[in-house]
């Protein structure tokens, strides 16, 4: 009786970790590609800024720019491991923006996603435009220039033109801020 209980374990045991491997297979290769976990359990954080999905022996955190509901592919970082891995994205616990002579602290995460995706995913080209600097915002250790009159953020030497949404984001959290 008890061989049979050893042999079922085993079985049992074998079976778990070959199914184990192959979702880990699956889903490494979707989430290389961009593409969100298939064999997960999916949890997202409170905050709504975090979601870590299980699967059988490793994990994938994926942290987003503004919803969990957003397609996976905006992401603003995701990475892969064991269940034991910590991911935490660096420097964007807080963005000081100077407007007027004052200093306004985001402490939001919501505020702070937002502005991370605007700034950081913009394209930035050596176009020149000779507005006036409105709005200094400092974050992960870099200093971006807002031009309101023109619609430009500089960074360094180079400049990014914004759309109006974009714009009107970063202000009225500039708003909501003071």
Request: charged share 30%; net charge neutral; hydrophobic share 35%.
């Amino acid at each position: 009786m008890k061989k049979k209980v050893f042999i079922w374990v085993g079985v049992f045991l074998i079976v778990l970790i070959v199914a184990g491997i192959i979702t880990n297979y699956v889903d490494s290769g979707r989430v290389t590609t961009g593409h969100e976990p298939k064999y997960c359990i999916k949890i997202v954080s409170n905050d709504g800024s975090k979601v870590t999905y299980w699967g059988l022996g490793y994990k994938v955190i994926r942290y987003v720019g503004i919803s969990p509901n957003e397609p996976y592919e905006n992401s603003i970082g995701v990475k892969m491991g064991s269940w034991f891995m910590k991911y935490e994205l660096a420097n964007k616990q807080r963005i000081v923006i100077e407007h007027e002579g004052k200093k306004i602290d985001v402490s939001n995460p919501r505020d702070i996603n937002k502005i991370y995706n605007i700034l950081v995913n913009s394209k930035y080209d050596s176009e020149e435009c000779d507005g006036i600097i409105t709005h200094k915002i400092k974050m992960d250790n870099e200093i971006y220039y807002l031009k309101e009159d023109c619609s430009v953020v500089q960074r360094d030497d180079k400049q990014s033109k914004f759309s109006k949404e974009d714009l009107d984001t970063i202000l009225q959290i500039v708003e909501d801020n003071k």
